[in-house]
């Protein structure tokens, strides 16, 4: 199971035609051969509904839904980590507003804020809650979320998270800092929350009426794709959980094409819709500059990606959800942006039919993404289990600041009692354990395997430990558990 559901495809490519200017000619003598795209990889994906709309010059000039139940304008979808750029939009908001500056101190504002380096708490600055260059580990502290951690419990983790690389000198995906980001909107907007700032300043004002931010947003609306994940090998309709939504600003929007076109015209008229400014175009594009360098072709910006197609610059970003995953693109020079939106989680088809569109469109001979991203998919293969008896001394009980009591018996079975989570430990080395839900949303979705555990039995002056790892693929968080009794 992977539980760091957003993947930012990069991008280096020596593409062999000069891409074209593009206008609504060119867009409506790409679209047949862009629907049928589309409709390949959604096939070829196993997706069970998608639905894409292109926005040029103020208007959705075309959308269709894919499907055997096609979604309308109206069908919701979660959009996962397109939800970033929401959030940048706030900050700059606040900015606007006369609020504390991209440069200003977090802990200056939010006093509650540590990183485990105490230089790095002092340094981290506003624009830095967004730029996904914390020094964490990729997708550090995501899988709290999915097990029922809340937002608050995440936030105050953040200290005890060992960095990885030093702070802004490198590109790591972390959800997190995006929760504190929100936080401060609040406070900077004298609202209850983050939600609410969103509400009054960008949903009401862009009449974005069936956009919400719950796992019930989602589930209460009759006019909404239910997610769907691939389990032992097939596409299963899975349960609305916990994760993205307890990251709030990070990833937890829900949305549908009617209202994430008005998003996306208020981009592309670089704060202005319908004549009437909501954010200011300097602060605004503010957060659609680079902060982080990837390579010689891509940066991130603040809750967007920005490269580069044979001289043709694409602003985009990608939301993934345990169900769900979304593309939005953006070419404001030239008044043009896509909304794809899908309900299948943990594949990068909405990227691949997102790229490319803005290569048919420029009349570019681009590779095949869906075909690539598909050669490249790498299925779910954890290290076998071993035939192995565990000691006794594992048995007992642990604490961690950031996990709270975590307990340990025969079985083995570990339960983390603060989120009533329930896991075994497969054996899959000396001492060293798969932990795999075996109660809660996780195990109900067939998501189990939630991270690693390895123990260390009592020396001469040191008490038994229990070190767990919490991610996949060398993403994630690290916690050093003592003995207790």
């Known amino acids: 199971m992977r539980i760091s559901f957003v993947c930012l495809f990069l991008l280096t490519l020596i593409l062999p035609t000069q891409a074209q200017e593009v206008d609504e000619a060119a867009i409506k003598k790409a679209l047949p051969a862009y629907e049928a795209y589309v409709e390949k990889a959604r096939l070829d994906w196993g997706v069970p509904q998608v639905a894409v709309a292109v926005v040029y010059k103020d208007e959705i000039l075309w959308w269709q839904g894919f499907g055997e139940k096609k979604p309308d304008q109206e069908t919701v979808f979660a959009i996962g980590s397109t939800t970033k750029a929401f959030c940048a939009a706030t900050l700059a908001m606040m900015v606007d507003g006369g609020g504390p500056g991209w440069d200003a101190r977090v802990v200056d504002h939010y006093p509650e804020f540590a990183m485990f380096d105490p230089w790095v708490t002092r340094e981290f600055q506003v624009k830095d809650l967004l730029a996904q260059h914390s020094g964490l580990a990729p997708q550090a502290l995501s899988a709290l979320g999915s097990m029922g951690y809340s937002a608050e419990r995440i936030v105050q983790a953040l200290r005890w998270v060992e960095p990885v690389t030093s702070f802004r000198s490198s590109y790591a995906y972390v959800n997190s800092p995006h929760i504190v980001a929100g936080e401060l909107v609040a406070k900077w907007a004298g609202a209850p929350s983050w939600s609410d700032v969103l509400q009054e300043k960008i949903l009401n004002p862009l009449g974005m009426t069936t956009t919400t931010w719950t796992a019930e947003g989602l589930d209460d ?246 070190t767990v790892f919490l991610g996949e693929d060398d993403q994630g968080s690290r916690f050093r558990l003592e003995r207790k009794s």
Not at 249 to 278: C, I
Not at 309 to 319: A, I, S
């Open 221 to 466: 609306n009759p006019n909404s794709a239910t997610g769907h994940a691939r389990v032992d090998g097939k596409v299963k309709a899975i349960a609305t959980g916990p994760f993205p939504y307890v990251f709030g600003p990070a990833g937890g929007m829900n949305s549908n094409l009617h209202d994430m076109s008005r998003w996306v015209r208020l981009q592309l008229g670089d704060g202005e819709f319908e004549g009437k400014r909501l954010i200011s175009e300097q602060n605004l594009k503010v957060t659609r500059s680079p902060q982080t360098v990837l390579n010689d072709s891509s940066f991130y910006c603040m809750g967007w990606l920005r490269v580069t197609l044979q001289g043709q610059t694409v602003t985009w970003h990608n939301g993934g959800t345990p169900g769900h995953t979304t593309f939005v693109g953006l070419q404001p020079e030239n008044d043009l942006g896509l909304i794809v939106l899908s309900n299948l989680g943990g594949t990068q088809m909405p990227d691949a039919v997102g790229l490319k569109f803005f290569e048919m469109v420029h009349r570019i001979d681009g590779p095949d993404y869906s075909a690539q991203f598909l050669a490249r998919r790498e299925a779910d293969e954890p290290k076998p289990t071993i035939e192995a008896q565990p000691s006794q001394e594992l048995f007992g009980t642990y604490h961690h600041p950031a996990l709270g009591t975590v307990t340990v018996s025969d079985g083995p079975t570990i339960q983390f009692l603060e989120v009533g989570l329930k896991a075994s430990l497969q054996p899959i080395g000396p001492n060293l354990f798969r932990i795999q839900a075996q109660s809660g949303w996780l195990s109900d979705i067939g998501w189990g395997a939630v991270g690693e555990a390895l123990f260390a039995p009592a020396g001469l002056s040191e008490p038994s430990t229990l």
